[in-house]
């Protein structure tokens, strides 16, 4: 288990400086490349992007030790961690100082989602015993809600654009999650064993769709309107299918119930905190932002 929670904190730094690069790099591109993959094609040129991907391929290495000697709903949650340098380290790169809403919204949903998952406290579970049955209501489940996102994002603009192209992402990098834990079960009985099944595939589809659905966020507004959203579905995902198809339990009941509750609170008090910060709005006209700042 050590190994597991360092393992998930390393990810966690990790994706943090890997979205810092990205979302610069992204964030220069116009408005029109959104959701299209024209914008993964013109930041494949860019070497700060590039080095995003790095990095976050790194944290993919570590996330994937963790899940091979923890469960999923725990270590997902603790990738969480990288709000924490990822937001300051954000506004420290565009010179723009963090005031008191800044800093409540980014700690209320990392402190909200680790009391909501600290006292839920999953555990146990076996990837391998879902059906196809649940996994085809789990992946229609994420494209419904993926649809729903994308549909709210055209009708919103700034911060809340941002966010709802996240959630939309958050969604798919959760079920990505799911996919990757399945897949490393597999591994464990040999490489073929692992190409032999069509989770590895379906993984490698979504984290592709995963990528270019990040970009688009992280190219439509700041990185705290995205990376928070994103940050907070992930885990929500993960836990939901962790507990209803891979058998992982969470302890309910009072008053265990009421913090899970009220740290969810606190994620979603964060989040609207961040998304509507006259600060992390004027993160858009800050340099490196380009065309999609005006």
């Known amino acids: 288990m050590p190994i597991a929670v360092l393992a998930s904190l390393a990810a966690g730094v990790c994706f943090a400086v890997a979205g810092v690069l990205q979302q610069w790099a992204a964030g220069g591109r116009p408005d029109t490349e959104a959701l299209s993959p024209r914008l993964l094609a013109r930041l494949a040129r860019d070497r700060v992007w590039l080095g995003g991907i790095a990095l976050a ?13 923890g469960p999923l709903s725990l270590v997902q949650p603790l990738i969480v961690a990288e709000l924490v340098f990822a937001v300051p380290l954000s506004a420290r790169l565009h010179r723009m100082r963090l005031g008191f809403r800044e800093w409540f919204g980014t700690l209320a949903v990392a402190a909200g989602l680790v009391l909501a998952l600290a006292s839920a406290r999953p555990h146990g579970g076996r990837p391998d ?63 073929l064993t692992a190409l032999s099944v069509w989770q590895t595939y379906a993984l490698i589809l979504a984290s592709i769709g995963g990528l270019l659905l990040i970009q688009s966020a992280f190219q439509q507004g ?43 609170v606190l994620v979603g008090t964060g989040i609207a905190s961040l998304d509507s910060s006259p600060v992390i709005a004027a993160l858009r006209g800050r340099p490196g932002c380009g065309q999609s700042c005006r």
């Open 129 to 191: 015993a879902a059906d196809l049955l649940s996994w085809l209501l789990v992946l229609g489940a994420t494209a419904a809600l993926v649809c729903g996102a994308l549909a709210t994002a055209r009708l919103l603009s700034g911060p809340w654009r941002a966010s709802a192209t996240a959630l939309a992402a958050g969604a798919v990098m959760g079920t990505q999650s799911v996919l990757l834990a399945a897949t490393v079960d597999r591994l464990r009985h040999g490489l």
């Open 57 to 69: 391929v790194l944290a993919y290495g570590f996330q994937s030790l963790a899940l091979a000697y």
């Open 222 to 264: 700041p990185l705290a309107a995205s990376m928070t959203v994103l940050d907070a579905m992930e885990p929500v995902v993960a836990v939901t299918v962790g507990t209803v198809v891979f058998g992982e339990t969470i302890h309910t009941g009072w008053p265990v119930s009421v913090v899970t509750v009220t740290g969810l």
